[in-house]
């Protein structure tokens, strides 16, 4: 039952009371950073570059942390603690909602700013990967519309933040066997999802965590156990 190098995943560090969206992707900030405390003694916390391609072969087992959608608590709660406890992560922007509120059921959530990503950029552990253009899932698109999502995406981000970017996630997990093609060709170097299939570069999977991943759940999730047991948990 052994298992490969940990990506975990997060969304929003926020309380419930104050991140309008049911569908449970935030975190408390209080249980983030629990969790950033357990990483910070038991893992070897490194950029998912170093991860993929670098990954260290001593010492404790390493971990890389990321982030997708793009949220102001990402700079403004998140980042702060991920600094506290020196631990590096990756952030996967939907492009269009940069500068833009999220419209959610129980109305608008703030997005990141382009300052916001900039300042962020300046720090050595903080990278940054494509989430689409629009948070679309591009399962349901034709060819061309999600190439589009997937290259343009990349484009804008690299002209923002004027460095390379060589991660994708896929907008709400959805991914097939063409859509990581069309990764591989807009030049991008993995993708990620959190779907336990055959994995290759452009098939990563990560831990999922949600507002119920206390810190024994976080534990259980990175334990051999979990892909087993995940449909029961």
Same mark, same amino acid.
Request: hydrophobic share 35%; net charge positive; no cysteine.
């Given at each position: 039952?052994?298992?490969?190098?940990?990506?975990?995943?997060?969304?929003?560090?926020?309380?419930? !009371?104050?991140?309008?969206?049911?569908?449970?992707?935030?975190?408390?900030?209080?249980?983030?950073?629990?969790?950033?405390?357990? $990483?910070?003694?038991?893992?070897? +916390?490194?950029?998912?570059?170093?991860?993929?391609?670098?990954?260290?072969?001593?010492?404790?087992?390493?971990?890389?942390?990321?982030?997708?959608?793009? =949220?102001?608590?990402?700079?403004?709660?998140?980042?702060?603690?991920?600094?506290?406890?020196?631990?590096? +992560?990756?952030?996967?922007?939907?492009?269009?909602?940069?500068?833009? +509120?999220?419209?959610?059921?129980?109305?608008?959530?703030?997005?990141?700013?382009?300052?916001?990503?900039?300042?962020?950029?300046?720090?050595?552990?903080?990278?940054?990967?494509?989430?689409?253009?629009?948070?679309?899932?591009?399962?349901? $698109?034709?060819?061309?519309?999600?190439?589009?999502?997937?290259?343009?995406? *990349?484009?804008?981000?690299?002209?923002?933040?004027?460095?390379?970017?060589?991660?994708?996630?896929?907008?709400?997990?959805? =991914?097939? !066997?063409?859509?990581?093609?069309?990764?591989?060709? +807009?030049? =991008?170097?993995?993708?990620?999802?959190?779907?336990?299939?055959?994995?290759?570069?452009?098939?990563?999977?990560?831990?999922?965590?949600?507002? *119920?991943?206390?810190?024994?759940?976080?534990?259980? *999730? $990175?334990?051999?156990? =979990?892909?087993?047991?995940?449909?029961?948990?």
């Amino acid at each position: 039952m052994s298992r490969g190098p940990e990506i975990i995943l997060y969304h929003s560090v926020q309380p419930d !009371d104050r991140f309008p969206s049911p569908s449970g992707v935030n975190l408390p900030p209080e249980i983030f950073e629990r969790h950033l405390a357990y $990483l910070q003694g038991s893992y070897a +916390a490194v950029t998912l570059r170093e991860l993929l391609f670098h990954p260290p072969r001593n010492g404790r087992p390493p971990l890389a942390v990321t982030f997708d959608d793009g =949220y102001r608590d990402t700079a403004e709660i998140a980042y702060p603690l991920l600094k506290k406890y020196s631990i590096p +992560a990756t952030f996967f922007l939907t492009v269009s909602m940069v500068n833009q +509120a999220w419209p959610f059921p129980g109305g608008p959530y703030p997005g990141l700013s382009w300052e916001g990503v900039r300042e962020m950029g300046r720090d050595p552990g903080v990278e940054f990967g494509s989430h689409g253009l629009n948070h679309r899932d591009l399962t349901r $698109l034709p060819p061309e519309e999600a190439g589009r999502e997937i290259g343009e995406s *990349k484009r804008i981000l690299e002209e923002k933040i004027s460095r390379r970017v060589d991660f994708f996630s896929f907008p709400h997990g959805s =991914y097939n !066997d063409r859509l990581r093609g069309l990764v591989r060709e +807009a030049g =991008y170097r993995a993708a990620f999802s959190v779907i336990p299939r055959r994995e290759d570069d452009f098939a990563r999977r990560r831990v999922l965590i949600s507002r *119920k991943d206390g810190l024994f759940r976080l534990r259980l *999730k $990175l334990s051999p156990l =979990y892909w087993p047991l995940r449909r029961i948990l």
